[in-house]
T-cell receptor, first 113, second 113 residues
Framework: KQEVTQIPAALSVPEGENLVLNCSFTDSAIYNLQWFRQDPGKGLTSLLL?????REQTSGRLNASLDKSSGRSTLYIAASQPGDSATYLCAVIAGAGSYQLTFGKGTKLSVIP | NAGVMQNPRHLVRRRGQEARLRCSPMKGHSHVYWYRQLPEEGLKFMVYLQKENIIDESGMPKERFSAEFPKEGPSILRIQQVVRGDSAAYFCASSQQGRETQYFGPGTRLLVL
């Protein structure tokens, strides 16, 4: 059974700092991995999707890497801003014909002005 | 292009009543997924549907819960005889094809009194 873990559960950084969020998964046979952002009381916004054959994806100040063999992904946020404050969720779709996303519990990020 | 729409955004029901949650996928998307987020828990997959077909309902409780995605109209998640433990945020997502990026709606927050 696939399990996704995100560490740390919460993180507080001063504005302008670069930071890394971690995600690990127990079964390396994944199809793809997605990073989402969730604001309080809101839905999820897809940030980046990495296919299992890819090593990384970039969008603006965000860079996500994937090391499938070790079961790890990182989300790097450059030059953090107060507007980046949110909960960041990592989710994987398993291989072998699965369609469902398996989520971690998220990292709650606070960027202090 | 409107995103995934869910209604109602908030729903209050008394124990024993029925709850109906609606989801309209993004235009051009024929794949719909339902997830549940219990308080202090991560999102959990419930069911995956295509038009008029349930593809995977492995995450759906065996009793009281049902889902449909008719040829015309929104997808419906129906909970009969609600109990307090059903209180949660229910999110719908859609994709153009299976296993592609899932786009999430704002969620329906169900409170059972």
């Amino acid at each position: 059974k696939q399990e996704v873990t995100q560490i740390p559960a919460a993180l507080s950084v001063p504005e302008g700092e670069n930071l890394v969020l971690n995600c690990s998964f127990t079964d390396s046979a994944i199809y793809n991995l997605q990073w989402f952002r969730q604001d309080p009381g809101k839905g999820l916004t897809s940030l980046l999707l990495i296919q299992s054959s890819q090593r990384e994806q970039t969008s603006g100040r965000l860079n996500a890497s994937l090391d499938k063999s070790s079961g790890r992904s990182t989300l790097y946020i450059a030059a953090s801003q107060p507007g980046d404050s949110a909960t960041y969720l990592c989710a994987v779709i398993a291989g072998a014909g699965s369609y469902q996303l398996t989520f971690g519990k998220g990292t709650k990020l606070s960027v202090i002005p | 292009n409107a995103g995934v729409m869910q209604n109602p955004r908030h729903l209050v029901r008394r124990r024993g009543q029925e709850a109906r949650l609606r989801c309209s996928p993004m235009k051009g998307h024929s794949h719909v997924y339902w997830y549940r987020q219990l308080p202090e828990e991560g999102l959990k997959f419930m069911v995956y549907l295509q038009k008029e077909n349930i593809i995977d309902e492995s995450g759906m409780p065996k009793e009281r819960f049902s889902a449909e995605f008719p040829k015309e109209g929104p997808s419906i998640l129906r909970i009969q005889q609600v109990v307090r433990g059903d209180s949660a945020a229910y999110f719908c997502a859609s994709s153009q094809q299976g296993r592609e990026t899932q786009y999430f709606g704002p969620g329906t927050r169900l409170l059972v009194l």
